[in-house]
């Protein structure tokens, strides 16, 4: 009998601070001739954010054929925003209507937990095992918020009240999952399996506004937002090798049954439904260096519990972001035929259809000169493009992989009063070197180049990231230090437009993303 005890530790540090400017242009009506308002938001935003991770596992042989592993993980950290902005609105005159500096301060603390246990058991028949995997997953979460403005136009009488909010959250999740490996015949085999997922998400928000010298709730923000969530799920997978050709053709069920209670507001909505997602794909071995694949599937993207939740969160007192409960999953359709050389070349042609597509909106109410951020379903998309991969050993100490994709998006049906989303063609370039400086000190550099691309009813600039790391090994090669540091450069910014039927946005986001994470693993 063997037993190993392994632990690792990281800790991130994050000093970010965010640049954000927001300019959006109201027009009159869709032909966007004549403009009905303008709107500038500028803040300036100190983020910084700290996070501890733990995790401690043993392995245990209990004999040659059966193998169990137990685990806990835990990240806990915390983060702060504070942003001081302004927030100006102009009437079609170009004349100032308003004129505001805005603070904000939001202050969050989580303490995640994971609780796993797995194993391994070969049968006595060669080929024939058995997999399982459980997993129970605890979250607390917790955001203080506190938003103020001072109106600073003498001719405009409005008074902004204060805002603050209290947002705890408490998230529950298990996971279970079993799986087989039965071999039939001589390159023949099936394997199948169940999955179930548990999931519950409590969420009491609370907001108040001060007016009269008190603090008073904001029955319009305030809401206990409860998200319940089952899904079971069987599958088959089949693979059969004639010849020089591989064949596997798979078939998935799902049944997912949700719950959504928004107690304050005494509303429930109930949901539940039957999926299938069929599989397959094909490989071919013209020799053992060259060989051509094909593919198809068909899977789905749920929106998560917290995309879900309407309860609003502050940028500042004009703007915030808010869940829609009426989003449905994305359904998608997947096919792929590529041609590969040896490990070292592949390449391929992808098209991909959406049914439901997630996306960004915003949504401005110039009365009171507020912007809202959610999600919608769009109709349907496309996504189609030509993949290219490629590793090379340049030297004996350095290689490099590089990751070549062009593609384009193309979404369809009504967004907002409009049916025309133009479709951009994006390049992505990603380039991966890898140095074996001694056999225990080794170093990587990561670049990334995308151009202008597709984001539902907005347009993403091009951006740069640059991503290097080391790593070193101790103790006689138990311990693991790493130390990475991302977007070296300060290049990986966000910026947006969009032009969508009477409304123009253009959204600047100066991020800092240069994030240091230091790493120890010690496995006995």
Request: no cysteine.
């Amino acid at each position: 009998n063997k037993l190993g005890v392994y632990g690792n530790y990281s800790y991130t540090f994050r000093g970010e601070e965010e640049r954000k400017e927001f300019n959006q242009t109201q027009y009159t009506d869709q032909t966007r001739q004549q403009i009905s308002t303008t709107n500038h938001q500028t803040s300036i935003t100190d983020e910084p954010l700290t996070s501890n991770n733990f995790k401690v596992g043993t392995q245990y042989e209990i004999s040659p054929k059966t193998n169990i592993e137990a685990y806990v993980d835990a990240k806990i950290g915390r983060y702060e925003n504070m942003a001081d902005g302004t927030n100006k609105l102009l009437n079609a005159m170009n004349q100032l209507q308003f004129d505001a500096i805005t603070y904000n301060d939001s202050k969050e603390k989580w303490f995640d937990y994971t609780y796993a246990v797995s194993g391994v058991h070969k049968f006595n028949t060669e080929g024939k095992n058995m997999v399982f995997d459980f997993e129970y997953e605890t979250s607390k979460f917790r955001s203080n918020q506190f938003q103020s403005a001072d109106n600073t136009d003498a001719s405009n009488p409005t008074v902004i009240n204060d805002r603050r909010g209290y947002i705890p959250s408490q998230l529950r999740v298990f996971t279970g999952k079993v799986d087989f490996t039965n071999p039939i015949k001589e390159k023949q085999s099936v394997e199948w399996g169940f999955k179930a997922s548990l999931k519950n998400n409590d969420n009491p928000s609370v907001y108040e506004f001060y007016d009269n010298n008190q603090w008073n709730i904001d029955a319009n923000s305030t809401n206990h937002f409860e998200y319940k969530e089952q899904i079971y799920a069987a599958y088959a997978n089949y693979k059969h090798q004639i010849g020089d050709l591989n064949i596997q053709g798979g078939l998935r069920t799902e049944f997912t049954a949700i719950e959504i209670l928004q107690k304050t507001l005494n509303e429930e909505h109930k949901d539940d439904y039957l999926k299938w997602f069929p599989s397959l794909s094909l490989k071919y071995e013209f020799t053992s260096s060259h060989s051509m694949h094909a593919s198809y599937s068909k899977r789905i993207n749920r929106p998560s519990q917290f995309d879900l939740n309407p309860f609003r969160f502050y940028d500042d007192s004009f703007n915030y972001s808010q869940g829609n409960p009426n989003l449905v999953p994305e359904i998608t359709h997947a096919a792929e035929i590529g041609y590969a050389w040896k490990s070292a070349f592949m390449a391929s042609l992808y098209f991909n259809t959406t049914k439901d597509v997630f996306t960004d909106v915003y949504m401005y109410n110039p009365d009171t000169n507020t912007t809202v951020t959610t999600q919608i379903n769009v109709s349907k998309s496309y996504n189609y493009g030509a993949n290219i991969t490629n590793t090379t050993e340049l030297y004996k100490f350095w290689s490099v992989n590089t990751l070549f994709n062009v593609f384009e998006n193309r979404f369809m049906g009504n967004v907002l009063n409009s049916t025309t989303i133009e479709p951009i063609l994006t390049l992505n370039l990603s380039v991966q070197n890898s140095f074996t400086i001694t056999e225990t000190l080794k170093a990587e550099a990561n670049a990334q180049y995308q151009s202008k691309s597709n984001l539902g009813v907005y347009q993403r600039d091009g951006f740069f990231d640059l991503s290097i790391g080391v790593s070193k090994q101790v103790f006689a090669g138990k311990g693991t230090f790493k130390l990475n540091f991302t977007d070296v450069l300060n290049t990986n910014n966000f910026y947006i437009n969009s032009v969508v039927a009477q409304t123009a946005i253009n959204k600047r986001y100066d991020l800092d993303n240069r994030i240091a994470t230091l790493a120890f693993t010690y496995r006995i």
